[in-house]
């Protein structure tokens, strides 16, 4: 197949990649996809996907506790982690492979390999069989990132992991430390919390969940604490002393240092993008922090060449690179897209509460300028939540005081990832107060209470 022409060459088969090279075939492009480790990339091996299939395991473990509330009656609960984990990696193999099927179904060439880009419009692929040349007009780059390792924390997947060990552990925490309480750290300290680990988390800012709104972090971290963590603000693990059992960590607060003993602890301090060893520096690819620089359309300045996804910065959502992905294969095809705006793309944790926002949150809006009304309706209000046995939570909104924009939206709660959805098309169609005010919510949902925040705003809440 020496060097085999394209209309377009997709390096990274993840969910930016892969939605990329299924758009371009849906519009007509021959596209070729290389992928030098596993289809669906991170998110649906080792990221989003197995670990939402763990989170489900924890919260039906969990329920089965609190049976009895709900007039039920279970014995000798348990749980077998091997188990847990087989099903998590069941899910992940079902999914992987079902977008080898949707590339095939495309007609989309398939290269399994690592790829260089020696020149402008030219791709060389390492393959088991040795070197195959392809060449395109246009190329995206979607090789995804990685977890980013501190100097002296680094996983050895022995006692200290990174999120892939975390998935597959080689043993069950009993006592475990979590570094960094971004969506990675918290969902996996929920985890292995419910599971039973003594756990602490440790985040070097002034709150957990530091991305969110800062009345939502403050809700959630009451709850997990109240699930028995320990949680450490404001702290840094300074160094690891490793032995075969055991890792004491020494932590900073306050100006005050303290160790402690742990038999497991996983590093989530952020990611760092795949732009090594590409020949990205050659062509002439500006790189900032290990993430590739690019225009709203995800142009990189060089012609014919895009970068979408986590390489080519925040939000690191796999829902960003998918949009990222159609807009990118539209361009190439001839088409108008409208740029992705990242203020419009939701972030979900799923931690239990869970935690979903879009916007600005409360803080980022006053420091835009925004004279705002904000909205706050609790889950206890609520009958659906009561009737659901979920009664702990909340759902935030702010509008701009002028215009009735919505700006933002913040949801600490049961199902709260699912939620957040309407409040993304409400920005998406441009809402303000009114029309939200005028949409009648079924009842009973928790959605009510989207409606119900939204009166509250405006001091016309019916319920609380």
């Not at 089965?64 to 091997?82: N, Q, T, V």
């Not at 402690?260 to 050659?282: Q, R, Y």
């Not at 169609?429 to 079924?442: Q, R």
Request: proline share 4%; aromatic share 6%.
């Amino acid at each position: 197949m020496a060097g085999k022409a394209f209309d377009m060459i997709v390096v990274g088969a993840g969910p930016g990649g892969y939605v990329a090279a299924i758009r371009g075939a849906q519009l007509g492009l021959n596209v070729a996809v290389v992928e030098r480790e596993h289809l669906g990339g991170i998110c649906l091996n080792w990221g989003c996907i197995p670990t939402k299939a763990l989170l489900r395991s924890a919260e039906v473990f969990h329920l089965m506790h609190r049976a009895k509330e709900f007039g039920l009656s279970a014995e000798k609960i348990g749980y077998d982690l091997g188990a847990v984990v087989k099903r998590s990696r069941g899910v992940a193999k079902q999914l992987s492979s079902g977008v080898g099927h949707l590339l095939k179904k495309n007609k989309i060439t398939v290269i399994m390999g690592e790829a260089v880009l020696p020149a402008k419009g030219r791709v060389s692929v390492k393959t088991d069989k040795g070197a195959e040349e392809l060449t395109a007009k246009n190329i995206v780059l979607a090789t995804g990132a990685r977890a980013r390792d501190l100097p002296g924390l680094e996983a050895d997947g022995k006692r200290v992991w990174a999120y892939k060990h975390a998935l597959q552990p080689p043993h069950e925490p009993k006592k475990l430390l979590v570094i960094g309480s971004g969506a990675i750290g918290i969902e996996f300290a929920s985890f292995y919390n419910t599971l039973g680990a003594e756990t602490t988390v440790v985040e070097v800012m002034d709150r957990i969940l530091p991305v969110e709104d800062a009345e939502i972090s403050a809700f959630a971290k009451k709850q997990f604490t109240k699930q028995g963590m320990t949680i450490l603000e404001k702290a840094t693990v300074k160094k690891l002393d490793r032995a075969a059992d055991k890792v004491t960590a020494h932590i900073e607060q306050g100006g005050k240092l303290t160790t402690a003993e742990f038999d497991t602890v996983i590093s989530a301090v952020g990611i760092v993008g795949n732009v090594e060893d590409l020949g990205l520096e050659a062509l002439g690819v500006k790189i900032d922090r290990t993430h590739v620089v690019v225009d709203e359309y995800c142009r990189t300045g060089v012609d014919g060449l895009y970068a979408i996804g986590d390489i080519a910065g925040a939000p690191w959502l796999a829902h960003k690179a998918s949009h990222e992905g159609v807009m990118v294969a539209e361009l190439i095809a001839g088409q108008k897209p409208h740029p992705v705006r990242p203020e419009s793309i939701a972030g979900c944790t799923y931690c239990s509460p869970q935690v979903a926002s879009v916007g600005l949150t409360e803080a980022k809006a006053k420091e835009a300028g925004y004279e705002i009304k904000v909205g706050r309706f609790p889950f206890i209000g609520n009958g659906k939540a009561i009737a659901l046995g979920e009664p702990e939570g909340m759902v935030k909104t702010i509008f701009d005081a002028g215009t009735g924009e919505l700006l933002g939206a913040h949801m600490v709660g049961a199902e709260v990832t699912e939620l957040i959805q309407g409040y993304v098309v409400g920005r998406t169609l441009e809402t303000t107060e009114e029309e939200l005010m005028n949409t009648v919510f079924p009842h009973p949902t928790l959605s009510e209470m989207m409606h119900e925040s939204v009166l509250d705003a405006y001091g016309r809440a019916l319920h609380f």
